[in-house]
């Protein structure tokens, strides 16, 4: 090769390595977690679609910074920063008629939450009646490796923002009603979030 074509071609592999790493390492917020109580594999990037991975995005409000928004058409989350910045996160939501509705607050926090299905649940489904007792936590809990628990009135909701053992369902409107997120994705918003948070959410797409 010639030292001029050796020259450009050097020269473009340059730049396209600087374009790759010119955005944020994806790679790393989706790493291994092996210290977590129940370590935490490395989710590969192929198995999450690109719009759903957490990010930081422009998003103009006029909210508090620490406000949690669930964009829950978009199937989207973002805890707002401030200066028209928000961490995105990509979400699973309620079934029709399921849905988490109004306003509320983080009311408390939780690691490797414990889960006892609802009354609720119970009666719509049998499977659930079997865990009247709870289920502790750990990697086939369906809360996942966090809980943010919203309160509303000085009450609990019984509607949660957590993570999921069904990385899948997120983008989908499938669950009982809570806000699902990927495990690493839950350990992030958690690690940020303070009680009393307040949480906004987003029924409908606006004009």
């Known amino acids: 090769m010639s030292l001029s074509r050796r020259g450009f071609v050097l020269g473009v592999s340059a730049l396209l390595a600087g374009c790759a ?4 390492d994806q790679r790393a917020n989706y790493a291994a977690l092996p210290t977590e109580k129940f370590p935490l594999p490395a989710m590969p990037l192929d198995k999450i679609d690109p719009e759903l991975r957490r990010q930081q995005v422009t998003y103009a409000s006029s909210y508090s910074p620490g406000t949690i928004v669930i964009d829950t058409p978009a199937r989207r989350l973002y805890y707002i920063l401030g200066d028209n910045q928000a961490m995105r996160y990509g979400i699973g939501v309620g079934r029709e008629g399921l849905a988490f509705s109004g306003g509320a607050y983080v009311g408390r926090k939780a690691e490797w939450p ?24 750990g990697p086939n809990n369906p809360l996942g490796a966090r809980a943010i628990y919203l309160y509303r009135g000085g009450n609990d909701t019984r509607f949660r923002v957590h993570g999921t053992n069904q990385p899948e369902s ?34 409908a797409q606006t004009a």
Request: net charge positive.
């Open 21 to 24: 790493s010119s955005g944020p």
């Open 114 to 137: 414990s889960w006892t299905p609802t009354e609720n649940m119970q009666r719509r489904e049998e499977r659930y009646r079997k865990l009247a007792g709870g289920m502790p936590g």
């Open 170 to 203: 997120i983008g989908l409107a499938m669950s009982s009603g809570c806000i699902r997120m990927l495990n690493h994705d839950v350990i992030d918003l958690y690690d940020r979030v303070l009680p009393g948070a307040q949480v906004i959410v987003i029924q």
